[in-house]
């Protein structure tokens, strides 16, 4: 496993500590105060947990280096793992609507203590921390879990803003704006697990990462190039292959055009951050054929 996996691992390994400690606080309190959106907010932070445990289960195999069946190696496996992780928060907010609806047709009253702000105030500031470490260890390892699960992390902090509210609404006599509190959160939820999917689905699907002509405008200011098309780009972020064709004068020597694609191949990762390879097919020019 290279060093790039095993800080990654290093950081899920701290989060998933932090985010048990959060939501065992917040499930315990709710439910000795009956306080439904309390409870709601701690299965969210419980399943932040679930979704660290399986986006290192991802890292684990994605750390794999290439192999026969797998030539591009594993890496896809990380972002298939922010995929479970956005199907894990469907399934959360599917279960605190139930709650909810539930709390409308029993219409029991929660109790709201100090201690009840004491522990979502307490649990906001470690979201906070969490989800700020986090961010910047995933733009600074280029990874998509990582950037998955701090935007999961930081859905808690709204979340847990309005929980506030409502128990201020509870405190204040108004005791069903728990259950509609509970809803938002659901919705909110909902929300982090769709751009988690949208994002994961064009890596999969191999959406171009990089704009075709900022890419030509690079190639094509290399000595000895004469023209460049079929440009393609795929990957996730920090991984991203590129292959083009490069058209070279028709008589120029197989040795030289040779080190012109070097030349190509290392003006393009000097140009753009997180290109993994650039394959680089020479041409003879041919001005008879409109390339695109």
């Excluded at 709710?30 to 969210?44: A, C």
């Excluded at 203590?113 to 961010?135: H, R």
């Excluded at 000895?224 to 590129?242: A, K, L, Q, S, W």
């Excluded at 393009?268 to 041919?286: N, Q, R, S």
Aim: proline letters at 4%; hydrophobic letters at 45%; a negative charge.
């Amino acid at each position: 496993m290279d060093s790039r996996f095993r800080k990654i691992q290093r950081v899920m390994w701290y989060v998933l500590f932090l985010n048990l400690a959060v939501a065992f606080a917040k499930i315990g309190y709710g439910m000795w105060t009956n306080v439904l959106s309390m409870q709601s907010d701690g299965y969210h932070s419980l399943f932040d947990g679930v979704s660290n445990v399986i986006g290192l289960i991802g890292i684990q195999i994605a750390s794999k280096p290439p192999d026969a069946e797998h030539p591009y190696g594993h890496r896809k496996f990380e972002t298939i793992a922010a995929v479970f992780i956005a199907f894990i928060l469907g399934a959360v907010a599917f279960e605190i609507v139930r709650s909810a609806l539930m709390r409308f047709d029993n219409g029991s009253i929660p109790e709201v203590t100090t201690i009840s702000f004491l522990v979502m105030l307490g649990t906001m500031i470690v979201n906070y921390t969490v989800t700020t470490y986090e961010k910047k260890k995933g733009n600074e390892l280029r990874s998509e879990v990582l950037l998955a699960d701090s935007a999961h992390t930081r859905s808690d902090i709204y979340v847990s803003m309005s929980v506030l509210l409502g128990l201020l609404a509870i405190r204040a006599g108004y005791p069903m704006v728990d259950p509609i509190i509970s809803i938002f959160v659901a919705v909110v939820i909902l929300h982090a697990g769709m751009e988690i999917i949208f994002s994961s689905v064009s890596v999969l699907c191999d959406e171009s990462r990089i704009d075709p002509e900022e890419i030509r405008g690079v190639v094509c200011r290399v000595e000895g190039v004469m023209g460049c098309h079929n440009i393609r780009t795929r990957g996730p972020e920090g991984c991203v292959y590129v292959d083009l064709h490069v058209e070279v004068d028709p008589s120029m020597p197989t040795y030289k055009s040779h080190t012109v694609a070097h030349i190509v191949q290392y003006r393009l990762k000097e140009a753009f951050e997180g290109i993994e390879e650039v394959l680089v097919h020479i041409e003879p020019e041919d001005n008879s054929y409109n390339y695109k």
